[in-house]
């Protein structure tokens, strides 16, 4: 049977620690162990990890704050694992979740994956409808691959799991990145010829931000790592990578104008429509969280294009 190693940076988050230990010491499959690595935190978490040392092995760390590549590569140097999970410390997890990837890599013994995240029923309203903006069909949910996406897959650092031997192989992620590390070290992994997947059933649920105002900062950085990842990697860029810029330029371009050009004045309306009902159908019908969704699906498109944009431009602090 395989034995994990679910490697999780912390940067003064003991309360979201809490909830994820305590999803993971719900865990139907048990044979695994836990590297929390404390960041540098002046909110350090040793007493919730010491909480949960009664019901499955939690080995705790603190380095000095070098960012979360930094915090995931020292964690991998002491894991045991045969594969190592590599979480963020702001998800949960069902506890049918290390059970489905270890089905999975039954059926396709890959040598990385990822899963895909959702909103769980207790997060907040703004919580549910930012997952919607950053998961939807709608929005740019597509760049982040899926279920149905032809390209290769492209797992990301909030849940990933890799063989052990590949990340010793590709000196795990690169600290000099600030932002865009995982998708650089999974193009790293998909070009050294190891195969990657999705497996859908390995799903986490994801916190993410709590107003938009943090989102708007977190999809900014986004926008701005693409630009650093496709001067890294010059083949990578996507047309789908750009549309948010170009959303952003079409949209404050037909505002500024002050043009009435009903055409396209009726496809954004028909696009903000489209938005609040994809959003209040996949919530049960929740008119709030459909509306929210207005607001989020918007934040993320013009966050993640500013950023593409002031990077390209040059003008990223």
Wanted: hydrophobic share 40%; glycine share 8%.
């Amino acid at each position: 049977m395989r034995y994990y190693s679910i490697i999780i940076p912390v940067y003064n988050r003991p309360d979201e620690v809490d909830d994820l230990l305590h999803s993971l010491s719900r865990q139907i499959y048990r044979r695994f162990e836990i590297v929390l690595v404390e960041d540098g935190s002046t909110l350090p978490c040793r007493d919730v990890a010491e909480r949960y040392a009664d019901q499955m092995l939690v080995r705790y760390f603190v380095i000095p704050n070098g960012g979360p590549s930094g915090a995931r590569n020292y964690g991998a140097m002491q894991s045991r694992g045969d594969y190592l999970l590599i979480l963020d410390s702001d998800v949960v997890l069902p506890e049918t979740y290390l059970e489905a990837v270890d089905r999975a890599l039954d059926e396709n013994p890959v040598d990385a994956f990822g899963g895909p995240d959702c909103a769980h029923p207790s997060f907040t309203p703004i919580q549910k409808a930012i997952s919607y903006a950053m998961t939807s069909f709608f929005t740019t949910g597509g760049i982040r691959g899926g279920k149905k996406k032809l390209d290769k897959f492209y797992p990301r650092s909030f849940n990933m799991g890799i063989r052990r031997e590949v990340f010793q192989a590709l000196q795990g992620f690169d600290t000099t990145m600030r932002y865009g590390e995982d998708i650089d070290f999974s193009t790293r992994i998909i070009r050294g010829g190891y195969r990657t997947a999705l497996f859908p059933e390995a799903f986490v649920y994801h916190k993410r931000r709590t107003t938009f105002r943090q989102f708007f900062r977190q999809v900014e950085h986004s926008g701005e790592a693409r630009i650093a990842l496709t001067a890294k990697y010059p083949d990578t860029l996507k047309l789908v990578h750009c549309l948010p810029a170009l959303f952003v330029v079409g949209t404050c371009g037909l505002l500024v104008a002050g043009v009435w050009w009903p055409v396209l004045y009726a496809l954004l309306l028909l696009y903000v429509l489209l938005i609040f009902l994809d959003a209040t159908r996949q919530n049960g019908g929740n008119v709030q969280i459909g509306l929210l969704a207005i607001a989020a699906s918007f934040t993320q498109l013009f966050g993640y294009g500013i950023g593409f944009i002031r990077a390209r431009l040059g003008l990223t602090h």
